[in-house]
């Protein structure tokens, strides 16, 4: 039975929360300008059938190209810790960098216990995106006149023991509850005139996410007050002043957020030269 044979399916929160995620990425690819976004990030929000999600997203490369929504109701991914806890061995267990640099990020299985090596050199472990092969995993750091640094998501748990001489390990992390269900990662190791960092930071896409969900709020702010200005029961400068308030609001969280991202991308390409540096001094290697 095809596509085109089934009724017209109801479409879930979950259903066009998946759209809105492959908007998101569309946009941050640049496939879509601002305003395509918008326009099918509305169309989205209005959907109440597959049949108005399919057209919305079927120009767009996905995690499955050729049926970015399919009519045939299938269970939605969930998004909650435990479909990230997955089991086996993980994809990769160790890293090393020697007067040069690693990185593990994006999708990929974080093992039970995950060993790394710098020395003259630095690696990044980013967990943000991976799944987890157990509820609590150890990711252990030996740093010698390098460093490594450990990116967690918001909601997990870090426990830090390393050991630092002339060097030392990040504890800011620390301290935190973690989301049910999260799983606990244990930051250990030695660092010897080196450094461990560990820092907790949203995806590039979740901040896209929250971006949105603070566009909407506003919008849904002053749709309220013209209600209000509309029935009589709010005057026209009070309602400017309102506005004029969001603005200001927004402006200030924009400018942080930006000086936030233009500082991460410093430190990145930063990153980025050092390790160049090392494998060009170790002949490329």
Same mark, same amino acid.
């Given at each position: 039975? =095809?596509?085109?044979?089934?009724?017209?399916?109801?479409?879930?929160?979950?259903?066009?929360?998946?759209?809105? #995620?492959?908007?998101?990425?569309?946009?941050?690819?640049?496939?879509?300008?601002?305003?395509? @976004?918008?326009?099918?990030?509305?169309?989205?929000?209005? +959907?109440?059938?597959?049949?108005?999600?399919? %057209?919305?997203?079927?120009?767009?490369?996905? %995690?499955?190209? $050729? +049926? %970015?929504?399919s009519m045939v109701k299938q269970p939605a991914e969930s998004g909650s810790w435990a479909g990230r806890i &997955?089991?086996?061995?993980?994809? !990769?267990?160790?890293?090393?960098?020697?007067?040069? /640099?690693f990185e593990r990020k994006g999708r990929w299985t974080v093992p039970q216990r995950f060993n790394s090596f +710098? @020395?003259?050199?630095? /690696?990044?472990?980013?967990?943000?995106?991976?799944?987890?092969?157990?509820? #609590?995993? &150890?990711?252990?750091?030996?740093?010698?006149?390098?460093?490594?640094?450990?990116?967690?998501? %918001?909601?997990?748990?870090?426990?830090? *023991?390393?050991?630092?001489?002339?060097?030392? @390990?990040?504890?800011?992390?620390?301290?935190?509850?973690?989301?049910?269900?999260?799983?606990?990662?244990?930051? =250990?190791?030695?660092?010897?005139?080196?450094?461990?960092?560990?820092?907790?930071?949203?995806?590039?896409?979740?901040?896209?996410?929250?971006?949105?969900?603070?566009?909407?709020?506003?919008?849904?702010?002053?749709?309220?007050?013209?209600?209000?200005?509309?029935?009589? !029961?709010?005057?026209?400068?009070?309602?400017?002043?309102?506005?004029?308030?969001?603005? $200001?609001?927004?402006?200030?969280?924009?400018?942080?957020?930006?000086?936030?991202?233009?500082?991460?991308?410093?430190? #990145?390409?930063?990153?980025?030269? *050092?390790?160049?540096?090392?494998?060009?001094?170790?002949?490329?290697?």
């Amino acid at each position: 039975m =095809t596509d085109d044979e089934l009724p017209e399916l109801r479409a879930s929160d979950a259903d066009r929360e998946r759209v809105t #995620e492959q908007l998101r990425d569309a946009l941050a690819e640049g496939r879509l300008d601002m305003e395509e @976004f918008e326009e099918r990030l509305e169309a989205t929000y209005k +959907a109440r059938t597959y049949g108005e999600l399919a %057209p919305i997203t079927r120009d767009l490369p996905g %995690p499955a190209a $050729a +049926a %970015p929504v399919s009519m045939v109701k299938q269970p939605a991914e969930s998004g909650s810790w435990a479909g990230r806890i &997955v089991g086996g061995e993980g994809s !990769s267990a160790w890293a090393v960098a020697i007067m040069s /640099g690693f990185e593990r990020k994006g999708r990929w299985t974080v093992p039970q216990r995950f060993n790394s090596f +710098a @020395f003259w050199g630095g /690696g990044e472990i980013d967990l943000r995106e991976a799944n987890f092969a157990d509820r #609590e995993v &150890v990711i252990n750091c030996v740093a010698i006149m390098g460093g490594v640094n450990v990116v967690v998501p %918001p909601g997990v748990e870090v426990v830090v *023991r390393g050991i630092g001489i002339m060097g030392g @390990f990040d504890h800011r992390e620390e301290g935190q509850p973690g989301e049910p269900g999260a799983p606990r990662v244990i930051v =250990t190791g030695f660092a010897f005139w080196g450094g461990v960092g560990v820092e907790r930071k949203l995806t590039r896409a979740e901040r896209l996410r929250i971006k949105e969900e603070r566009r909407q709020e506003k919008l849904e702010r002053k749709a309220a007050r013209k209600e209000l200005q509309g029935s009589g !029961s709010d005057s026209n400068g009070l309602g400017e002043m309102f506005d004029a308030l969001d603005e $200001a609001r927004d402006l200030i969280r924009e400018r942080h957020e930006d000086r936030r991202e233009r500082h991460e991308e410093r430190r #990145e390409r930063h990153r980025e030269r *050092r390790e160049e540096r090392h494998r060009r001094r170790n002949g490329g290697y």
